[in-house]
């Protein structure tokens, strides 16, 4: 290899973006070529931690909602709706408290139990990692029944 086509350059290009790499470096024999994004947007470490520990204090009756997938989290349907839950709305199991987006689709979170929104972890637009814990519902306790 002694140059790069523009067809390799494309290619090098879309992987770079599909990926969602910082960069891509090829080496053979005497030609090299690093090939780097102009911007790129990764959470960030700590933010993932801070969610995580979150999670991991919760009571016995709250259950995390976890992301399906990775990608953006949107809490409502259109900048212009109203977001699908608040702190303190009931769901129902199955309801959609969220979407994300991976990839120009848009997945619907589904709500893993019954009960009450006691926390949202996240913010509208976050880039979040799939199973990172997006809010928390608390079921109703057995007395409440």
Not at 3 to 25: M, P, Y
Not at 78 to 105: C, I, N, R, W
């Amino acid at each position: 290899m002694n140059s790069l086509s523009d067809d390799d350059l494309r290619w090098l290009l879309a992987l770079l973006e599909e990926e969602k790499l910082a960069e891509i470096e090829v080496h053979e024999g005497d030609f090299q070529i690093l090939v780097r994004a102009a911007d790129i947007s990764i959470a960030p470490p700590a933010s993932g931690c801070t969610d995580q520990s979150s999670s991991s204090e919760l009571t016995a009756n709250q259950i995390p909602v976890l992301s399906p997938v990775a990608g953006v989290f949107y809490r409502a349907p259109s900048p212009q709706a109203q977001p699908f839950v608040q702190v303190g709305d009931y769901v129902e199991h199955g309801d959609t408290v969220g979407l994300v987006e991976a990839m120009k689709l848009f997945n619907e979170v589904p709500s893993p139990a019954s009960g009450r929104v006691v926390r949202i972890l996240v913010d509208n637009e976050d880039q979040i990692e799939e199973d990172q814990p997006l809010m928390i519902i608390e079921k109703p306790s057995e007395d409440e029944d």
